[in-house]
């Protein structure tokens, strides 16, 4: 079945980094756009970052720009997600989810994971 | 950035009642590029609602979305048992992607 399953999170000191990444099955992952979404404990959601197919076109939001870099690998059907000097305010549970309609970033997301924990602690 | 505010934060309704939740956005929203999420506790969010109306794979008749430019609605005819979480609205027509802060929809 379609499916995505995320991996990589975990506690981390403030200035750390981790390497979220994205596994892909039950669809072909090279035609849809990806995302990642997290939600902090209690809270809401906010969108983190967005990538084309190809990898040609990413989107940052503000709060990560300069610190996160988004990355896929369609011929592993992965997605990953570098974040380098983690804040308190970056942990959250991180969500990859995929593009309804495949090759549009302005679509809703219609296949999430489950999460992976993000804890930035000292 | 546009701004989502749904109401109410809180809805106390009884099984077999009509929800009527509400979106607001602070700009209107291009092309009706609105959607609507379920989330119960420990769970990822689901799809139920996108383009404003219509209705994801999977999802019940019972639920139907309405609205555009800037005011948008979910509405729930009758409540089944699993119907209880929380709602988040999602605008994609600008980025940055936002979301609603939810509404959630708990048992009287």
Redesign the interface.
């Known amino acids: 079945q379609v499916q995505l399953v995320e991996s990589g999170g975990g506690l981390v000191k403030p200035g750390g980094s981790l390497r979220l990444s994205c596994a892909a099955s039950g669809f072909t992952f090279s035609d849809y756009y990806m995302s990642w979404i997290r939600q902090a404990p209690g809270k809401g959601l906010e969108w983190v970052s967005s990538i084309s197919t190809s990898s040609s076109t990413i989107y940052y939001a503000d709060s990560v720009k300069g610190r996160f870099t988004l990355s896929r690998d369609n011929a592993k059907n992965s997605l990953y997600l570098q974040m380098n000097s983690l804040r308190a305010e970056d942990t959250a549970v991180f969500y990859c989810a995929r593009a309804r309609a495949g090759r549009m970033f302005y679509d809703a997301f219609d296949i999430w994971g489950q999460g992976t924990m993000v804890s930035v602690s000292s | 950035e546009i701004v989502l505010t749904q109401s109410p934060g809180t809805l106390s309704l009884s099984p077999g009642e009509r929800a009527t939740l509400s979106c607001r956005a602070s700009q209107s929203v291009?092309?009706s590029?609105l959607?609507w999420?379920q989330q119960k506790p420990a769970?990822?969010?689901?799809?139920l609602i996108?383009?404003a109306s219509s209705r994801?794979?999977g999802i019940p008749d019972r639920f139907s979305g309405s609205g555009s430019g800037t005011d948008f609605t979910l509405t729930i005819s009758r409540l089944e048992p699993e119907d209880f979480a929380v709602y988040?609205c999602?605008q994609?027509?600008s980025?940055?992607?936002?979301?609603?802060?939810?509404t959630k929809v708990e048992i009287k």
């Open positions: 291009s092309s590029y959607a999420y769970q990822a969010p689901r799809l996108y383009g994801a794979t988040y999602h994609y027509g980025s940055p992607w936002t979301f609603g802060q939810g």
